[in-house]
């Protein structure tokens, strides 16, 4: 394992990975073409609920990820297969769930965020539109995890590249071509998310072991096996929810301050995903090889692989910095030609040059404890990062309003990255207690 090992799988893992926030950015950008910054506002609100939603359930991609690596770090084909059927069977049920009660759900989010009466209109008008996608959304996690587990990682780049372009395609035609609005957006996400699970199937029967051998129903449902992987996803679950608490809290508290710092605050959100998900590239890396090393009991491997992953996450934190300081302008107006919107954004997007450096080891080692299926220190993390962020909005946000707000979400970051690097020497020593 050496830095251009490492490189050579997390290069397209992040490729792969930017992809993911394109769909939030691209409906925000198409819709800050437009002259109403209540349409921003509403896609804003519409993607927080999704965002929740698929966030609670993001475990399904990552633990997916842990699971196979580990079994095809071991060679074991039965175990790969099972890793992909068991997720796949949560993820179906949850997002029939979700369409099931889409009223209350709808219902919930628009008397927590409190938005104005034209930015709930078109809120509701998103929901309507993409919720139907959510089986297939929850489905996409579990494919690109099982293919990121067994080291595919052009078929999983190339079934987000499809998802995301198609959406971009889709974002400009119903909404410049057609005049759909915010109905367009939504309907292009839906269609998108929709052929990426058709096409992630097909990548999935390629694999002759899982069309040939479905296991049998009491392996599927083996009560010792399925327990361990939904004590990983409780745990992930713990923190996913933590982590929609702030993203809902900021959302809300910045939409007190008006429909315009409103939308200023979900573009710059929306620069963060981008930044966020650089990391996620080094993340998966990172994931890919612990549950590999894991399986095949490579103690070496894995002491460089933690090496070289606190290399690359410094290293990305200096680059995003510096191409965020160059090219602020120009991606604020990508996002909406409205003045005093573009003017709030540039106002308080000087905060996200603190983003990287705060965030980057929380954000990339979060995959060494994935990988491990150790997810119980990555909980406590979150949890802890949180009452932080609650302590810093207490002090912060009465005086200091939106750049309090900033202010704490960057405590949030930090907090991440110094309670999970504090668990790394316990995880270390619990790992290869028998040597090769």
Not at 343 to 349: F, I
Not at 405 to 426: E, I, K
Request: aromatic share 14%; net charge positive; glycine share 8%.
């Amino acid at each position: 394992m050496n830095h251009r090992s490492y490189l050579f799988l997390a290069v397209p893992l992040i490729l792969s990975a930017m992809t993911t926030p394109l769909i939030g950015a691209v409906d925000t950008a198409v819709v800050g073409q437009l002259s109403n910054p209540a349409y921003i506002g509403g896609v804003a609100v519409g993607t927080i609920l999704f965002n929740t939603m698929y966030w609670l359930l993001g475990f399904l991609r990552v633990s997916t990820s842990g699971f196979t690596a580990q079994a095809h770090g071991a060679n074991n084909e039965n175990l790969i297969i099972l890793s992909f059927v068991r997720p796949l069977l949560i993820a179906t049920a949850a997002g029939i769930l979700f369409i099931l009660f889409q009223g209350p759900i709808a219902h919930l989010t628009m008397n927590a965020m409190g938005p104005t009466e034209e930015v709930r209109k078109y809120a509701l008008a998103y929901i309507d539109i993409r919720i139907w996608g959510a089986p297939f959304a929850l489905i996409n996690y579990v494919i690109l995890g099982w293919l990121m587990g067994l080291s595919r990682i052009k078929e999983a780049f190339y079934l987000q590249v499809l998802m995301n372009g198609l959406n971009i395609f889709l974002d400009l035609l119903f909404v410049h071509g057609f005049s759909w609005g915010v109905s367009g957006v939504a309907a292009a996400t839906l269609i998108a998310e929709v052929m990426a699970v058709g096409m992630g199937f097909l990548l999935i029967f390629k694999t002759n072991s899982l069309r040939l051998k479905i296991p049998p129903i009491k392996e599927v449902i083996d009560f010792e096996r399925f327990m361990q992987m939904l004590s990983v996803n409780r745990d992930l679950f713990i923190r996913t929810i933590c982590l929609l608490i702030m993203f809902n809290l900021f959302t809300k508290l910045g939409a007190s301050f008006g429909t315009e710092m409103l939308a200023a605050n979900a573009i710059l959100i929306q620069i963060h995903y981008l930044m966020a998900y650089f990391f996620d590239g080094f993340a998966n890396a990172s994931s890919i090889l612990t549950g590999r090393a894991i399986g095949s009991n490579d103690k070496r491997g894995y002491e460089k692989m933690l090496s070289v992953s606190f290399a690359w996450s410094i290293y990305s934190a200096a680059f995003l910095t510096l191409a965020y300081f160059i090219l602020k302008d120009k991606l604020i107006g990508i996002f909406t030609q409205i003045e005093p919107v573009s003017e709030l954004a540039m106002h308080y997007g000087n905060w996200l040059l603190l983003y990287p450096i705060t965030a980057c080891l929380g954000l990339v080692f979060y995959g060494v404890f994935t990988g491990a299926t150790s997810a119980a220190p990555v909980r406590n993390s979150m949890i802890y990062s949180l009452i932080l962020y609650v302590i810093a909005l207490f002090f912060t946000l009465s005086s200091y309003e939106n750049h309090g707000l900033w202010f704490a979400f960057l405590v949030f970051s930090f907090g991440r990255s110094l309670f999970l690097l504090m668990y790394l020497p316990r995880l270390n020593r619990s790992l290869f207690v028998i040597e090769k």
